[in-house]
């Protein structure tokens, strides 16, 4: 079997220093290559007025169908508010054991919480996030580990309190899912 290869896709302006990072720590996390390509929707069909949000289910559907390939992983990421109809507000989401997943910033700047800029820490944040939906996208399941990256997280507060990094149950059984020599 192939590895399969990851694909970050950015939809809006990300800083080239900032989506580096990201590629970076991801491939670190699942010692695979990363590619880093630039994306272009029209955002207003995934609109709804009522919310004054983005619908991360017409999202997620739209990555997979236009953007996804069989052999990648696809991270569409973006810098809008975004929900799905159960929830007020999500930082991501992806197709369990999928090729796809999105990832947004919008709601992981402290400003957005009137508590003073950090831009290291929003990276932090945001690689969290991204190296989450991909777990999902191979097959891991939220984790009860407190310090696991595949613990589920409901606010800003929840991610800062997670490591970047698998645990050692859900890096075992991603090794099992794609057949990776233990690292």
Known sequence: M?????????????????????AEAVKKEFLLNVNIK?????????????RRQYNGVKLVHEIENVFSSDSSKTIGIFN????????????????????????SNYRLSNERYGIKMNGGLVLERFIKEVIH??????GLIHCHLPSCVMRSS???????????????????????MINHPEA
């Open 2 to 22: 192939d590895l399969p290869y990851i694909t970050l896709i950015s939809f809006g302006y990300f800083d080239a220093d900032f989506l580096r990072n990201v």
């Open 133 to 138: 939906e991909l777990g999902h996208t191979f």
């Open 80 to 103: 809008v508010d975004i929900f799905i109809p159960i929830l007020t507000y999500i930082f991501g989401q992806a197709f369990l054991n999928g090729r796809t997943g999105i990832a």
């Open 38 to 50: 630039e994306g272009h929707l029209d955002l207003s069909e995934f609109y709804d007025p009522t």
């Open 154 to 176: 409901t606010y800003v507060e929840d991610i800062d309190q997670k490591s970047m990094h698998l645990c050692l149950n859900c890096r075992n059984e991603y090794n099992k």
